[in-house]
């Protein structure tokens, strides 16, 4: 069932909608084959002229020793370039083919389509690629000799490619070219994206949280139907938004446009060329790397906007040792889901940290003065990759189980097992309106009905810290970036043990270590925290730990900055100091004391805990946000 028939947004074009009718059809009726299933598009050895991989393409590469604007260069080192050396994905197609061999050829479809369409996908654990087929990842052939299908073909691979060498670009045909080309706007088409950038399993259908079957295959990720079912669809393709303009020549000595098209496809993706490195020290991209990381930074910067709305209920003031409320709203300003893709260790998430200044503590304790921020909610811990599970905990992704036989509602990490949205809590782009049930928010309201909200509001409720005098209290939000989380590696290497591509990652993640979250925006409030009659001085007792405002648990705070979720910086957790349990901690919730100097504060942190299973190699506990282990 669809559902833009019951909010009827508008007017969408009637081919796509004919060929997602025409698609089910077609996969009702792979379903009920035995073995492989394939798909519509162009099949592996059809082509009577191969793809060809992107080493022969060096014409449009290592021309202009200064810009970075060449096509090549400008590609070398984004996640498409990348894709086929990118030792995450290897590791997840491993456990893919060990738990569906006749489907993990899907994945090599879309990261090393050139061994794809010449027929080495069998094995579907890519045991039949060639250095070439993971070199060339998303070959420049592939994209420039695209062509359009009606219907269009939307989805896991299934594009069609040209049965010549015959070239497609915006322009055509420069005056040097040594190869055909063909003038083509399908090329800067968000359908094309759409290829790949939508994925879905034709072997499950989707089912809800609870069960129910939401009339369509399953799909892992729809970011091509996220934005067409948006406002932003309107008014921006995805190459308006993933690939920059700029003065340069598109090959060598071939005439120089003012609105060249950089081949910057960057999204938050920071893990996978670092990786590459660690794998191939002799991999050509050390001059890259700075200049994409520099791309990626920049499009998370514009992706969200983060305001405080109030803080203290207006006051900006607060007594010492007393609740306060802190109101956040996180906008989403992509033109599909924040974030959007690749669901596993993949999310947002908000910090919040308040910074004392300096001064006299509670209890006549000294000078406050160069004490680190205070993490109040959102820790990240830099050893093992994971967030630090606190009670107010925002985060904003998709957790997955594997429905089968009336029993569901564990979350899994097997991408060709997984066929239940159990949450998805990220925020919809701006006009959003589905049209299919298996997109619609859930896990976290963001309104009634389409077309849904672009942001999220949460309220935080803390405690002030006790202080003897007036001081000032610098409140801090942050939305971060995770591309990737440890408990996501962890569980990668356990499932292909033995393997290259598990050896491979763990090499990786060994050697350079949790990637770090990156900063998406930032919003800052200053509170003023005065003496009040539960301060105290220097007879006071040590805090209870914790208060419960309206329902929710706060964090309670002392003078010298310690706190119910992290200590000062300088340890294994972001901004804060090292939050251990005790040896031998299990996994679940472990509670412990740590204690600042007179005051004991109650902490609580969540550790370890993968264990080794096929189906449902995790079980989601509390309210599904993050875990940390």
């Known amino acids: 069932m669809c559902a833009g028939a019951i909010w009827a947004p508008k007017e969408y074009d009637a081919t796509f909608v004919n060929s997602t009718l025409a698609g089910i059809l077609l996969l009702q009726y792979h379903l009920s084959l035995v073995g492989e299933v394939s798909l519509p598009g162009t099949q592996p050895l059809e082509l009577t002229v191969a793809p060809a991989p992107t080493a022969n393409c060096g014409c449009h590469d290592a021309f202009d020793p200064v810009g970075f604007n060449e096509p090549g260069q400008s590609y070398r080192a984004t996640a498409m370039a990348l894709s086929g050396r990118d030792p995450l994905f290897?590791?997840?197609?491993?456990?893919?083919?060990?738990?569906?061999?006749?489907?993990?050829?899907?994945?090599?479809?879309?990261?090393?389509?050139?061994?794809?369409?010449?027929?080495?996908?069998?094995?579907?654990?890519?045991?039949?690629?060639?250095?070439?087929?993971?070199?060339?990842?998303?070959?420049?052939?592939?994209?420039?000799r695209m062509i359009p299908t009606d219907p269009p073909l939307i989805g896991s691979g299934q594009y069609t490619l040209a049965p010549t060498s015959t070239k497609r670009a915006r322009r055509g045909r420069g005056d040097l070219a040594p190869h055909p080309v063909e003038a083509s706007d399908f090329i800067a088409s968000s359908e094309m994206c759409g290829r790949c950038h939508s994925l879905f399993n034709p072997a499950e259908r989707a089912h809800d949280a609870a069960g129910a079957d939401l009339g369509t295959v399953y799909y892992e990720q729809r970011t091509y139907e996220e934005w067409a079912d948006s406002a932003v669809a309107d008014r921006a393709t995805c190459v308006d938004c993933h690939m920059m303009t700029?003065?340069?020549?598109?090959?060598?000595?071939?005439?120089?446009?003012?609105?060249?098209?950089?081949?910057?496809?960057?999204?938050?993706?920071?893990?996978?060329?670092?990786?590459?490195?660690?794998?191939?020290?002799?991999?050509?991209?050390?001059?890259?790397?700075?200049?994409?990381?520099?791309?990626?930074?920049?499009?998370?910067?514009?992706?969200?906007?983060?305001?405080?709305?109030?803080?203290?209920?207006?006051?900006?003031?607060?007594?010492?040792?007393?609740?306060?409320?802190?109101?956040?709203?996180?906008?989403?300003?992509?033109?599909?889901?924040?974030?959007?893709?690749?669901?596993?260790?993949?999310?947002?998430?908000?910090?919040?940290?308040?910074?004392?200044?300096?001064?006299?503590?509670?209890?006549?304790?000294?000078?406050?003065?160069?004490?680190?921020?205070?993490?109040?909610?959102?820790?990240?811990?830099?050893?093992?990759?994971?967030?630090?599970?606190?009670?107010?905990?925002?985060?904003?992704?998709?957790?997955?189980?594997?429905?089968?036989?009336?029993?569901?509602?564990?979350?899994?990490?097997?991408?060709?097992l997984m066929n239940q949205i159990l949450t998805d809590t990220r925020i919809p782009p701006e006009g959003f309106r589905p049209r299919a049930l298996d997109m619609m928010p859930s896990g976290r309201d963001y309104g009634a009905s389409a077309p849904y909200r672009n942001y999220d509001d949460v309220t935080y409720r803390f405690r002030a810290p006790a202080v003897?005098?007036?001081?000032?209290?610098?409140?801090?939000?942050?939305?971060?970036?995770?591309?990737?989380?440890?408990?996501?590696?962890?569980?990668?290497?356990?499932?292909?043990?033995?393997?290259?591509?598990?050896?491979?990652?763990?090499?990786?993640?060994?050697?350079?270590?949790?990637?770090?979250?990156t900063e998406m925006a930032v919003a800052t409030a200053v509170l003023t925290v005065k003496p009040g009659s539960s301060s105290g001085g220097p007879d006071a007792g040590p805090s209870d730990g914790a208060v419960d405002v309206d329902g929710a648990q706060s964090a309670t705070l002392d003078d010298s900055g310690g706190c119910g979720c992290a200590a000062t910086a300088g340890g294994g957790v972001r901004g804060a100091s090292s939050v251990r349990g005790p040896p031998g901690s299990g996994p679940g919730i472990l509670l412990f004391l740590v204690f600042f100097g007179a005051l004991g504060l109650r902490c609580a942190s969540r550790r370890g805990g993968l264990r080794r299973r096929r189906a449902a190699a995790f079980v989601a506990s509390g309210r599904g946000s993050a875990r940390a282990s």
């Open 246 to 416: 700029a003065h340069g020549a598109a090959a060598r000595n071939g005439a120089e446009y003012e609105d060249l098209s950089v081949h910057s496809f960057v999204g938050g993706n920071l893990f996978v060329m670092n990786a590459a490195r660690v794998l191939d020290p002799t991999l050509p991209i050390s001059r890259e790397i700075p200049v994409v990381t520099a791309w990626i930074e920049a499009s998370l910067r514009s992706a969200a906007a983060l305001e405080i709305r109030e803080i203290a209920e207006g006051a900006d003031e607060v007594e010492g040792d007393a609740p306060f409320a802190l109101s956040v709203r996180l906008t989403n300003l992509t033109g599909h889901k924040l974030p959007t893709g690749y669901p596993e260790g993949r999310r947002v998430y908000l910090e919040v940290s308040l910074q004392m200044d300096g001064g006299a503590g509670t209890g006549g304790g000294g000078e406050a003065e160069g004490d680190g921020p205070i993490i109040l909610s959102g820790a990240w811990d830099e050893r093992t990759g994971d967030l630090v599970y606190d009670d107010q905990l925002r985060t904003y992704e998709t957790e997955h189980g594997a429905y089968a036989e009336g029993i569901g509602g564990q979350r899994t990490h097997h991408l060709l």
């Open 468 to 517: 003897a005098s007036v001081r000032t209290a610098t409140i801090t939000v942050r939305a971060m970036y995770q591309s990737v989380d440890g408990q996501t590696v962890r569980f990668l290497v356990e499932e292909a043990m033995g393997t290259e591509a598990g050896d491979d990652l763990d090499l990786v993640w060994r050697s350079i270590g949790p990637m770090p979250p």
């Open 90 to 144: 290897r590791a997840a197609l491993a456990v893919s083919h060990q738990d569906h061999p006749e489907l993990s050829d899907l994945c090599i479809r879309c990261h090393m389509p050139v061994g794809w369409l010449s027929g080495r996908s069998t094995p579907g654990d890519g045991g039949a690629l060639t250095p070439e087929d993971v070199d060339s990842g998303v070959a420049c052939d592939i994209c420039h």
